[in-house]
């Protein structure tokens, strides 16, 4: 008698338990939807998060670090969903570890999941990622590669938007590939290819007379070309 009224607690306390969890879950799925409808962010995380605990899915995990990644948080965005590179990521999960990545100055790891990116959907403005960070890592013949592919693939009404000076400004996408283009081929021999660079940027300016940075990188490399030329100038002892 004793053991069977032991097993019918043990049911009972596993039914109560259950049922706990699952109007736990469905408060939780209300709170979500409501701080969703009020625009509070902080309690969509809130909710997302208690929802995770309770009921895990790779699908609420990719959700909350998007969240956090759209909101700038990205320390919190890759401690949610990690970096590993895994053959079952979705979309979102690649796109969330590609730009956090880029986001905490880490070039290296975000080129792999840009270029996962790229593979399953090749886009102009991956393509610019990709350049730019391989840029960064000197790998300067894989941002040709994707430099080439930009300059023959963007549309006249792609955009690409910058933010160094204190009002943002935006210029035509293939213009910015050109920018990348004069420091990829300046890259290559600093001193020789200065000229070179120098009427990259002079045809660029003809599409974006506003492209702030293209135009104080031309001063830079008119300035050094100046350095190399008093040297040169300089009479040998």
């Known amino acids: 008698m004793k053991k069977l009224l032991g097993l019918v607690l043990v049911i009972s306390s596993f039914m109560l338990s259950a049922q706990s969890n699952s109007d736990l879950?469905?408060?939780?799925?209300?709170?979500?939807?409501?701080?969703?409808?009020?625009?509070?962010?902080?309690?969509i995380i809130n909710g997302m998060t208690h929802l995770n605990v309770l009921e895990p899915s790779q699908a609420r995990i990719d959700t909350l670090a998007y969240i956090y990644m759209s909101e700038g948080q990205y320390?919190?965005?890759?401690?949610?969903?990690?970096?590993?590179?895994?053959a079952t990521d979705s979309e979102i999960a690649i796109e969330v570890k590609a730009i956090s990545l880029k986001a905490v100055k880490q070039p290296k790891l975000a080129i792999g999941f840009f270029e996962e990116m790229f593979k399953r959907e090749p886009d102009v403005f991956v393509a610019y990622e990709l350049a730019e960070l391989n840029l960064q890592t000197q790998n300067l013949t894989e941002a040709e590669k994707?430099?080439?592919y930009g300059l023959e693939n963007s549309k006249s009404d792609m955009k690409k938007s910058f933010y160094e000076s204190q009002t943002p400004y935006e210029v035509p996408l293939k213009t910015a590939f050109m920018y990348l283009n004069t420091l990829n081929i300046y890259n290559k021999d600093k001193k020789a290819?200065?000229?070179?660079?120098?009427?990259?940027?002079?045809a660029a300016l003809k599409t974006a007379p506003n492209f702030n940075i293209i135009q104080l990188t031309k001063t830079e490399l008119l300035r050094q070309k100046q350095v190399l030329l008093n040297q040169t100038q300089q009479p040998k002892n």
């Open 25 to 43: 879950i469905k408060h939780f799925e209300a709170y979500y939807k409501q701080m969703k409808d009020q625009g509070d962010v902080q309690g």
């Open 75 to 86: 320390i919190q965005a890759l401690n949610t969903i990690g970096i590993e590179k895994v």
């Open 146 to 148: 994707h430099i080439k």
């Open 193 to 202: 290819n200065i000229d070179a660079a120098v009427d990259i940027i002079d």
